[in-house]
């Protein structure tokens, strides 16, 4: 079955240092990988995509992420965290053939000042 | 930001009462979805839509009804509500293409059934 993990509930980071939010995946065939955000009482913000090509992506507001397919991961990244990105975000994945997303339960990123 | 709306954002109704939620797109999108959000926050695929008088459930059953008589159009529709529907929606909508297309979303519907 076609599936997507984000391991951690919650990721507490102090502002100006490094964040990960982790992501990895279960799929048959080659992936399609999302990342989106969740500010509060708003819908979801597309941030970045993997389709196909380099491995390391670049999305909106500083964040990248990684393709790795030996770890079946996607990790969402972000040099020096701000307090505003504090928000809720979720991975997602599709495949060949089909328009449905496949959401991850979500981890909440906590950036203190 | 995306071009789709949502109405209404909040809906507080009682049960058994009829309700529709709407969600409209001005980017000329031919694919539409519903999500449910559970509370726990993760999302459900309910309903899909290719295109004008196409609809698809999605890989969670649900009790509502859509349509899809208009491209910018899709609402949802739940005959009678129960307390078991309170949750928020969330309309999306993508381009058709060749290659995997983003999926662009509206704020969403809180609702809540009493």
């Known amino acids: 079955a076609q599936s997507v993990a984000q391991p951690e509930d919650q990721v507490n980071v102090a502002e100006g240092n490094p964040l990960t939010v982790k992501c990895t995946y279960s799929?048959?065939?080659?992936?399609?990988l999302f990342w989106y955000v969740q500010y509060p009482n708003r819908g979801l913000q597309f941030l970045l995509k993997?389709?196909?090509?380099?491995?390391l992506v670049k999305g909106s507001y500083g964040f990248e992420a990684e393709f790795n397919k030996s770890q079946t991961s996607f990790h969402l990244k972000k040099p020096s965290a701000l307090v505003s990105d504090s928000a809720l975000y979720f991975c997602?994945?599709?495949?060949?053939?089909?328009?449905?997303?496949?959401f991850g339960t979500g981890t909440r990123l906590q950036v203190f000042p | 930001e995306a071009d789709i709306y949502q109405t209404p954002r909040y809906l507080v109704i009682g049960t058994g009462k009829k309700i529709t939620l709407e969600c409209s797109q001005t980017?000329?999108?031919?694919?539409m979805y519903w999500y449910q959000q559970d509370p726990g926050m993760e999302l459900h695929l309910i309903h899909y839509?290719?295109?004008?008088?196409?609809?698809e459930k999605g890989d969670l059953s649900s009790e509502s009804t859509v349509s899809r008589i208009r491209t910018e159009h899709f609402p949802l529709t739940l005959e009678s509500a129960r307390p078991s529907h309170t949750s928020q929606y969330l309309c999306?909508?993508?381009?058709?293409?060749?290659?995997?297309?983003?999926?662009?979303f509206g704020p969403g519907t809180r609702l809540l059934v009493l």
């Open positions: 999306a909508s993508s381009e058709s293409g060749g290659s995997i297309e983003t999926q662009y």
């Open positions: 799929v048959s065939g080659n992936p399609y």
């Open positions: 993997y389709i196909t090509g380099d491995n």
């Open positions: 997602a994945v599709s495949f060949y053939n089909t328009d449905k997303l496949i």
């Open positions: 980017m000329g999108h031919d694919k």
């Open positions: 839509s290719y295109g004008v008088n196409s609809t």
